[in-house]
């Protein structure tokens, strides 16, 4: 059996510009994802978070539960990984990564999903959804 940080040593020697890059993702190139079915979206908030407030879409997966539901998660789709900011998406962005996951963080962090999705434009993302029958 290898050395449990064997993984994430290779990671990290690999680590250059163009991952630096692929590792994050924007809000609009994320919902874009999710809308046509490419991606999944993942809060990894504490279930006291969530239990709080949603998105309403989206998969929740507490980022300390993560190890043991990898099974509900896509492997054919990119995992944006989500939290109010993002230092726990990043966490759990690297995980995912080391497991052989296609994942990213957006970058925005769930307050500025929250943000940005008000008014005229939850209603219009919801809608896009419902017409992709993820609604």
Known sequence: MS?????FATYLRGFDYDER???KIQM???????ATGQAELLDIRFADEARAWTLGFGKHIPLNELPDRLNEL???KTIVTLCPHYD???????????AGYRSRYLTDGLLGLADHLRGDRARAYVARLAEHGDE
């Open 3 to 7: 050395h449990p940080l064997a993984d």
């Open 21 to 23: 890059r692929a590792m």
């Open 28 to 34: 609009a190139e994320a919902l874009e994802l999710y």
């Open 74 to 76: 896509d492997p054919a």
């Open 88 to 98: 726990r998406a990043e966490i759990a962005r690297l995980y995912l990564t080391l």
